[in-house]
């Protein structure tokens, strides 16, 4: 079974320019989560999806910050435009069904390095 | 809200030698809590994770945590340390949010291993 698949795996733009992340889930997980580490801190949440719809975006920083998830399979988070304090690596977890239980297990991707210059 | 709490940034060992990487949690109810590690270039990886019962947990690669209530800590140990082990280790407490588990990082400790 193929794991989570992160694309690219490092980006390094200009403030101002854009930049789209791509996250493969395992296949058949309805959960999605982004998250994001900023150099020397620690990862932090910033969106959840349940198929294809947002449960949970309350750790999305601002507006310049857009995540999609078309027909509940990969997901993409755009930034745009972006900032220097955008720098950091972004990851991509996937859990298998809903459930109140918290004996589920989220599967990390291997992140994607972003700089921003 | 939750919150972990990991003192240590580096910690270097010798191979062979025990390890012990502190975590400590705030969280107002019975917490659920994990312990993650990264190698270079992989993504973060399920070492053990407690729910409940035995306080003492057994994880993978031969990585043990026990949880303590009463000093709301949770505290991975291996007794002896090889030199793949050198990668970076995330402490991390679930809460349930509106039926949803949100995880909660600590800032991680990278452990470097010396021959």
């Known amino acids: 079974e193929a794991g989570v698949t992160q694309f690219p795996s490092h980006s390094v733009i200009e403030k101002g320019q854009t930049v789209t992340l791509r996250c493969d889930p395992i296949s058949g997980h309805d959960n999605l989560y982004w998250y994001r580490r900023v150099m020397g801190k620690e990862i932090k949440f910033l969106l959840h999806?349940?198929?294809?719809?947002?449960?949970?975006e309350s750790g999305m920083p601002n507006n310049r910050f857009l995540a999609e998830r078309t027909g509940g399979t990969y997901s993409t988070l755009k930034v745009q435009p972006a900032e220097l304090e955008d720098s950091g690596v972004y990851f991509c977890?996937?859990?298998?069904?809903?459930?109140?239980?918290?004996?589920?297990?989220?599967?990390f991707g291997p992140g994607t390095r972003l700089t921003v210059t | 809200a939750q919150s972990v709490t990991q003192p240590d940034i580096h910690i270097t060992v010798s191979e062979g030698a025990s390890l012990e990487l502190r975590c400590n949690y705030s969280?107002?109810?019975?917490?659920?809590l994990f312990w993650y590690v990264q190698s270079p270039g992989q993504g973060l990886q399920l070492l053990l994770k407690y729910f409940s019962g035995d306080t003492l947990v057994q994880g993978i690669k031969g990585f043990e945590a026990e949880f303590k209530r009463s000093q709301s800590s949770f505290n991975l140990r291996k007794p002896s340390v090889h030199w793949s082990d050198a990668a970076e280790y995330f402490c991390a407490v679930v809460a349930n949010s509106g039926g949803y588990q949100k995880v909660t990082f600590g800032t991680g400790t990278k452990l470097q291993v010396i021959p």
């Open positions: 977890a996937s859990s298998h069904t809903r459930t109140r239980s918290p004996s589920y297990e989220q599967y």
């Open positions: 999806f349940v198929k294809e719809s947002k449960q949970d």
């Open positions: 969280y107002g109810a019975t917490p659920y």
